[in-house]
């Protein structure tokens, strides 16, 4: 059995969700669709799920919102039109969204969520209704009938253990199921949503919970590219990664996977294929729990995220001091910041995070490092990129670092920190963000390219 999502492109316009639906019933085996709410149909559109979010902000600030809500009725309209369509399900969204309003107006964070949840299922909703009319015996199941129970936080559901057995049931029904992404059901009975991109999660926790062989992610590109090909012309797609290199992968940019859709698929080892549904007889990018690794694919591929600050403190034998670093970590902790990178020397520490942990705080931050862990120096900068260069292989092949330092060397790009995971997966290089594109292109040019060292 496959389980495959459709990203918000796929399921765009009525004529992409023809699209979709030619892919689904081609197969016997793609049995459980998930769906996301319709996204953009070009550059300058407006995503349903951001159009969702304006109209939220305006009922929250006491505006008038009901043009925004209109113009969310009608891109339902639209596609219905297209489609030719009974328009029944047109008063059930006005409805729904007016519903959520009137209810939850006092509530926001609820409020936010119920609108968010909106995009996804009128669209799961009218895809059903579509292919049932088209002879296809067809099914939509909400989260809450599927079994999708998460933790009560809004904007941030978790899925709670107790929904996999429920959700193997789905595999019982003989039509074929449409579910929508994006947001499942608390135990306080709230609609909560995954963070954004969330419906990656959904496919992935329903992949799991069928013990699916394959999930299929689809989007709007024939697979995951070694590079950012805004920034490298035409890289290479990637034909096979692993689990983890994903993660690091997506953690550091790369947008086409949700880094938190990992975890439900890695415990059951269950593959992923990312695959393009306007191409959708290219191969695409396959993520599993292994893979082959031969001398052409040692590193799988290369990202730099931007917007990273790093504290830098120096203490005069900060080796001989038990629990300095514990003391500065406390204070991170009061601050409620997360951090990503933690390098260190025998009298230095540098502590790198994403700007936004630490924005409007800095100041305070600062002053409590001061006033309770007698550093002798404390310094931050700004503005800084990390490099991140990903690979299983790399812990058996000599000479990685030295490929990658020779084409920043070559590109004249100072290095402000590098680090090695003893996992030795990825290593990364803290570089200024003026520098970020040009590290990309000269780093995949020694990597891919064969411009010098073989590795
Ligand atoms: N529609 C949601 C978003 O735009 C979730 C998703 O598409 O995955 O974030």
Known sequence: MKVAKFG??????????????????????????????????????????????????????????LSKKQEIVQRYADIIDA??????????????????????KDKPNRLLDALLSCGENFNAQLIAEYNNSQGVPTRYISPGEAGIQVTDLPQNAQILDQSYEALYKLRNYKEKLIIPGFFGVSRQNHIVTFPRGGSDITGAIVARGVRADLYENFTDVSGIFRANPTIVKNPEVIDEITYREM??????????FHDEALQPLHKDRIPVVIKNTNKPDDIGTFIRHDREINSNNVISGISCDKGFTVLNIKKYLMNRQVGFTRKILAILEDYNISFDHMPSGIDNISIIMR????????????????????????????????????????????????????????????????????SEISIMFGIDVADADKAVKSTYEYCYNGKCLKI
């Open 8 to 65: 918000g492109s796929s399921v765009s316009n009525a004529e992409q969700i023809k699209k979709v639906l030619n892919i689904v019933n081609s197969d016997d085996n793609r049995k459980i669709i998930i769906v996301s709410a319709p996204g953009k149909r070009h550059a300058e559109d407006i995503k349903t799920t951001d159009l969702l979010i304006r109209l939220y902000e305006k009922v929250i600030q006491n505006l008038d919102y």
């Open 83 to 104: 489609l030719h369509m009974h328009d029944g399900l047109l008063s059930k969204i006005d409805q729904t969204l007016d519903y959520y309003i009137f209810t939850l």
């Open 247 to 256: 993660r690091e992968l997506s953690y550091a940019g790369f947008g086409v």
């Open 355 to 422: 700007s936004k942990e630490i924005q409007n705080k800095e100041e305070r931050v600062l002053n409590d490092i001061r006033e309770k862990c007698d550093v002798d120096e404390l310094s931050v900068e700004h503005d800084l990129a990390i490099l991140m260069i990903v690979g299983e292989g790399m812990h058996r092949i000599i000479g990685t670092a030295n490929t990658i330092t020779h084409a920043l060397a070559e590109s004249k790009i100072n290095l402000k920190m590098m680090n090695q995971g003893a």
